[in-house]
């Protein structure tokens, strides 16, 4: 099918090259210049594993190109994926919509009452994650807007991927939820996804307002199973107990489940903090304030997190930081990313810069993207490079290079073996056997 991808950020860039990978031809809307010209030469703009690959196969095969033109998408297709960003505003704790807004509008303008031509009806499917209530008022707009005589039709279809897996969580979603107002709109969706329901992918088919909220909901357990297991964490400090061997004790269980119960420097990055602000305060302009208050205990948690480290690195070094070098591995959010947004490796860095700290970051990806966004910070080579005349090393993203890294020469550059990893994923009793007075959070 020839369909129209309206943002090739992220989510857009990635769902456009993994439908052209599915077999339709793909047209992607871009209003930004440069990131227009990278794509269409086949360049992706930010880290993505497998991601460049896909997108380079697709831009060569022809099934895949870029536009900064409304017209041209409403003229090449009758299936439109919206998937511009929503970030929280700057004055609210609240999501901002108006790029979502703006995409339906400027797409209405340019729809005819007889679609691409194909005489079928148009459908505008948005894939961002929105408050819930967005889709429901940007039917009405579609309505409105769109000339006389045009038949189209809102489809709401959230999606899941997470960054570093981004390819195989659009290729091989555990789910596909669509919110729809007609029978002949689920029939031309799950035509559209035709080889995920062939692979046996379940399909969630419900109400606009459920298929939201099944996005923002999603997020939001996520994040309270983090927060839940550094709050034990927490606790677990308070009486010299072991908040990994928790973890997979209560992991066990399958009614509780291992994944998303790592305790460490907490959540970071364009989705979890974000939504559960977003969650919050659409609860508020509901009414149901109190249901969804306990979201900002989660939030709270999690920013504890970033200060807890910051307080046992002070406790490590021996009273105050100011002057002391310090190395901090990763500054991505997360491994195999260079998204440095709300990142919690960055912030701690950040924190420990201000109060007098010589740090020295390194991450395998984001440097670029974290000296923009902290360019006083000093970042090195490599994580031996960081790690030169420190008096304490900080893991606080979980690349695997810092977990294979080589202690004998780390221990070697070092001015002081002092160890704190914010990601309770090193071996610990391997680096005290090198001398190293090695700390997590929440653990023995
Ligand atoms: C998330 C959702 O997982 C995804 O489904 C949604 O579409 C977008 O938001 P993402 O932001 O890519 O994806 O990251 P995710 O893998 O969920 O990790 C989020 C943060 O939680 C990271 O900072 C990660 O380090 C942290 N995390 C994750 C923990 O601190 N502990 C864990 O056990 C798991």
């Keep these: 099918m020839r369909i129209s991808v309206i943002g090739c950020g992220y989510l857009g860039a990635t769902h456009a090259a993994s439908m052209a990978e599915l077999g339709h031809e793909v047209v992607g809307v871009e209003v930004d210049a440069a990131k227009r010209a990278r794509l269409a030469a086949g360049e992706v703009p930010f880290f993505e594993p497998g991601l460049p690959e896909l997108l380079a196969k697709h831009v060569a095969s022809g099934r895949l190109r870029f536009t ?9 297709a009758d ?19 108006t790029y979502v807004e703006a995409a339906v509008r400027s797409l209405a303008a340019h729809l005819t009452p007889g679609g691409s ?5 148009t459908y505008v499917v948005g894939k961002s994650t929105v408050p819930v209530g967005t889709a429901a008022a940007m039917a009405g707009l579609l309505e409105t807007l769109s000339p006389e005589g045009t038949d189209v039709e809102l489809v709401w279809n959230p999606e899941f991927l997470r960054e570093g897996f981004a390819v195989q969580d659009t290729l091989e979603p555990d789910r596909v939820v669509l919110g729809v107002a007609s029978e002949r709109a689920e029939a031309a969706m ?67 489940g291992r994944k998303f119960l790592n305790a460490g420097v907490g959540f970071g990055g364009g989705c979890l903090p974000k939504d559960i602000r977003a969650f919050q305060h659409r609860a508020g302009e509901l009414g149901v304030e109190e249901a969804m208050s306990f979201l900002s ?72 993207t974290a000296r923009v966004r902290f360019p006083t910070l000093t970042y090195a080579a490599s ?11 900080l893991h606080l993203t979980e690349w695997k290079e810092f977990r294979t890294v080589d202690i004998d020469a780390v221990t070697r550059v070092v001015a002081g073996r002092r160890l704190l990893d914010g990601r309770n994923l090193l071996d610990l009793d391997a680096w005290r056997a090198a001398g190293w007075q090695a700390r997590g959070l929440g653990r023995r």
């Design 68 to 76: 900064d033109s409304y017209a041209e998408a409403a003229a090449f």
């Design 79 to 97: 299936l439109h994926f919206v998937c511009v960003g929503t970030p929280q505003l700057p004055s609210s704790l609240g999501a901002d919509t």
């Design 117 to 121: 031509g194909s005489g079928g009806p």
């Design 190 to 256: 799950r035509e559209f996804y035709a080889p995920m329901a062939q692979r046996g992918t379940p399909f969630v088919v419900t109400d606009y307002a459920t298929a939201e909220l099944v996005k923002v909901s999603a997020n939001a357990f996520l994040a309270t199973k983090i927060s839940f297991v550094n709050a034990v964490g927490e606790v677990c400090d308070a009486v010299g107990a072991d908040v990994v061997a928790l973890a997979d004790a209560i992991g066990h269980d399958a009614r509780i």
């Design 297 to 368: 205990q989660v939030d709270t948690i999690n920013q504890r997190q970033r200060q807890r480290v910051t307080q046992i690195a002070k406790e490590l070094l021996g009273s105050e930081v100011s002057g002391r070098r310090i190395a901090v591995w990763g500054a991505a959010f997360k491994p195999d990313s260079d998204d440095v947004r709300d990142s919690p490796a960055l912030d701690v860095a950040g924190r420990l810069h201000l109060r007098g700290a010589d740090v020295r970051v390194y991450d395998p990806e984001a440097t670029e």
């Design 383 to 393: 994580a031996i490079e960081a790690a030169e005349g420190a008096d304490l090393v």
